[in-house]
């Protein structure tokens, strides 16, 4: 039996991971999961899967947990005390997919015991790459990419040696806006935004993918996830999103991953892995595929990805600024607040002031440095996202 505990359970990636255990109920045990405000579904899934502890991150749903868990024997707590506590429950295995630079302190929690993290939390490596990473060394972690692109070049690894690397090439769909004219763009809604071409999954990543934000973390994901150097990490648009990821070597070859695009593949590989077994997922069918196309990306179209190379290049803490401005400029655009051109705005000026100030410079960034950065970020996006656009 594998003890599993979810961080996220009640999101896109925390439901398919749910699917994917019920339908081996033999091969697991529930140690503990964690939710937000939809305190409804972690209840319905709690009673299901039956942890020895549920947790919403929110104190003021507490009670409704309580009364929905009256009973059942399964305890009840709140507050991100509480969801990294969760984390710190002896599982063999923990599944990090809280959204947003939230899911760090209890992925930490969760690597600090010695667990096996699945890593769907691309903030997690964006925000404390070099951090994570001496922590799963000093306490014996394993991580695991949940990320399909990440999964995708984690499994054309296999088997290769690590120096024979020249690159990664990630595949983007291009979004919700990907066949959009660039003038047309500052006038998106976030309806507009939060609808995918191929991929079901939460609101926020969906609209980061339609601006490239998402791509853009998952180029520092992959850069610090694989020890690669940033001109190593590569994008192209893939609108099919068949081929997830490929690693090029230094003999010319390349190894693509492909598959339909369907999260609980990677969530799958990691939840069996090292082994491989069946999962409910689509076969494709090449010949009915016909063609797939590849194109360059247009960083006038696209300005997260040119920032993306300026954080990776910077250092320090500006993987942990990025992400947080870009979060606060997110919840500025669902607000209504700012257009959604003027997202990459905020996030440009965040990252010049904090780098004018010395802001981002740190030679070992531990977890309270980086957490001052997000927390700076965040409050001067909020700012600049109010005022002067
Ligand atoms: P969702 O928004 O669907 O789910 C997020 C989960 O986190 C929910 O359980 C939510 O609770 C909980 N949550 C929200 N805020 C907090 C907080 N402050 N503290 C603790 N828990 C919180 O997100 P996704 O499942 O789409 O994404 C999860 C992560 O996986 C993200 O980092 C995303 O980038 C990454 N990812 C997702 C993919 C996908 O296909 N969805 C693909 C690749 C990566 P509640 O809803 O109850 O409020
Ligand atoms: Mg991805």
């Given at each position: 039996m594998k003890r599993v505990s979810i961080l996220g359970a009640t999101g896109s990636?925390?439901?398919?991971?749910?699917?994917?255990?019920?339908?081996?109920p033999e091969r697991f045990e529930v140690v503990a999961l964690t939710g937000g405000r939809n305190v409804a579904l972690l209840a319905e899934q709690a009673k299901r899967l039956r942890p020895g502890l549920a947790v919403t991150c929110h104190d003021d749903c507490?009670?409704?947990?309580?009364?929905?868990?009256?009973?059942?024997g399964i305890e009840v707590a709140s507050g991100d005390a509480a969801v990294a506590?969760?984390?710190?429950?002896?599982?063999?295995?923990?599944?990090s997919a809280i959204v947003g630079a939230a899911g760090l302190v209890p992925g930490l929690a969760?690597?600090?015991q010695g667990a096996t993290l699945a890593l769907a939390n691309k903030e997690t490596m964006v925000a404390a790459g070099p951090l994570v990473l001496e922590?799963?060394?000093?306490?014996?972690?394993?991580?695991?990419?949940?990320?399909?692109?990440?999964?995708?070049?984690?499994?054309?690894?296999?088997?290769?040696?690590?120096?024979?690397?020249?690159?990664?090439i990630l595949t983007a769909s291009g979004g919700a806006f990907r066949d959009w004219p660039l003038e047309r763009l500052a006038t998106a809604t976030p309806e507009q935004a939060a609808t995918h071409p191929n991929w079901s999954m939460g609101q926020r990543i969906t609209i980061d993918s339609a601006s490239m934000f998402n791509k853009a973390l998952e180029v520092i994901e992959a850069r610090e996830l694989f020890g690669l150097a940033p001109d190593q990490v590569e994008v192209v648009i893939h609108p099919e999103s068949l081929i997830h990821a490929l690693v090029g070597?230094?003999?010319?070859?390349?190894?693509?991953?492909?598959?339909?695009?369907d999260m609980r593949h990677a969530i799958g590989y990691a939840l069996n892995w090292p082994e491989r077994r069946d999962l409910p997922v689509a076969r494709l069918d090449l010949a009915a595929t016909g063609?797939?196309?590849?194109?360059?990306?247009?960083?006038?179209?696209?300005?997260?990805?040119?920032?993306?190379?300026?954080?990776?290049?910077?250092?320090?803490l500006a993987g942990a600024a990025f992400n947080a401005a870009k979060e606060a400029a997110l919840d500025a655009f669902l607000d209504r607040r700012i257009g959604f051109l003027q997202m990459a705005q905020v996030v440009e000026q965040v990252l010049d002031t904090m780098s004018r100030a010395g802001a981002l410079r740190v030679?070992?960034?531990?977890?309270?440095?980086?957490?001052?950065?997000?927390?700076?970020?965040?409050e001067r996006a909020a700012r600049i996202s109010r005022t002067d656009l």
């Open positions: 990636i925390g439901c398919q991971t749910i699917e994917l255990i019920e339908a081996a507490r009670a409704e947990l309580t009364e929905r868990l009256l009973g059942t506590e969760a984390a710190r429950m002896q599982a063999d295995w923990v599944m969760a690597i600090r922590a799963a060394r000093a306490h014996g972690a394993t991580l695991l990419p949940v990320d399909s692109e990440h999964s995708a070049v984690f499994q054309a690894l296999v088997g290769e040696d690590r120096a024979a690397v020249e690159r990664v070597f230094n003999d010319g070859a390349l190894m693509a991953h492909m598959g339909a695009p063609s797939m196309t590849f194109r360059a990306p247009d960083e006038a179209r696209y300005p997260a990805l040119r920032q993306a190379r300026r954080v990776m290049e910077e250092g320090g030679d070992i960034p531990g977890l309270d440095a980086v957490l001052g950065a997000d927390a700076e970020a965040r």
